[in-house]
């Protein structure tokens, strides 16, 4: 096995998790030597053409397209365990942009070795697809709230989303996540302007849902704000809920909900 797998910071839950220790060896002959994407840097870019598939070991990444006015969509994110550069077009060339949020570690894998491999350990290609259909419900999820959602709601899903997808660190009373995204990058994956996502965060922030320091989310309400995302399913963090203004579940809309926010500053 090779060092960088015995030391892999998603053995037990990306790609690798299926694997035996035998598998993970023969796995280690056809990857090829880790990447180092600094923040900002791309792993490709749409259009490229790539014969290699990523798995991400460290770091954020955000999956994105172009439009023809020049305006970006962030389709989603990809974070340690995540596998990017799979899906390609018909000519063979990316679909998309795989931009380092973060700076960012990447084990490549060529697609073709990738594809000969899984057909001798079919509990890897089983998990492959796993992860992939899991990612794409979420996308879909996400996607799918941009013609339906309010702009607080799709701020909401998203947030939500993002945090269901890490460990959660309880704190004094309050649940913290990493979220090192800019405010322009949420407003390119909810279809909004950098100036509304600005104004619907501080009202989030007045109404005590959450804060944000140094590239980490505090979720204050996790109950609300996942109401707010229409996402009551998503598991409540165990610590305490802080005391928060009065908001009436039917008064979380557009509007009404700005209303409410500025009553309380």
């Known amino acids: 096995m090779r060092p960088e797998c015995q030391s892999c910071p998603v053995r037990r839950d990306g790609l690798c998790a299926s694997a035996s220790d035998a598998q993970l060896q023969a796995l280690g002959t056809i990857k090829h030597p880790l990447w180092h994407v600094p923040a900002g840097g791309c792993v490709f870019a749409e259009g490229d053409g790539s014969e290699m598939v990523f798995i991400i070991r460290r770091g954020w990444a955000a999956v994105s397209v172009f439009h023809e006015n020049g305006r970006r969509q962030v389709l989603r994110f990809a974070m340690p365990g995540s596998m990017v550069g799979f899906e390609t077009t ?10 380092a949020l973060t700076d960012l570690t ?9 594809m000969r491999f899984c057909q001798t350990a079919p509990e890897l290609t089983l998990r492959m697809w796993s992860l992939l259909a899991a990612e794409t419900i979420s996308d879909w999820r996400l996607l799918g709230g941009l013609g339906t959602c309010t702009a607080t709601e799709r701020i909401a899903r998203l947030l939500v989303a993002l945090c269901q997808r890490q460990p959660r660190e309880a704190g004094a ?23 509304h996502v600005c104004r619907t965060l501080k009202e989030m922030r007045a109404a005590r849902l959450l804060s944000f320091a140094k590239g980490r989310l505090r979720v204050m309400d996790w109950q609300r704000l996942a109401g707010l995302a229409e996402m009551t399913a998503a598991p409540a ?21 700005r209303n409410a926010s500025t009553q309380i500053q």
């Open 173 to 195: 009373g309050v649940d913290e996540f990493a979220l090192p995204i800019s405010q322009t990058v949420i407003a390119d994956a909810t279809g909004l302007t950098s100036v």
């Open 106 to 114: 990447a084990c490549p894998i060529p697609r073709q070795s990738l």
């Open 237 to 257: 963090p165990c610590s305490a809920v802080l005391p928060s203004p009065t908001l009436q579940p039917d008064r979380w809309r557009e509007g009404v909900w």
């Open 90 to 99: 018909a000519d063979g060339c990316m679909p998309c942009t795989v931009e």
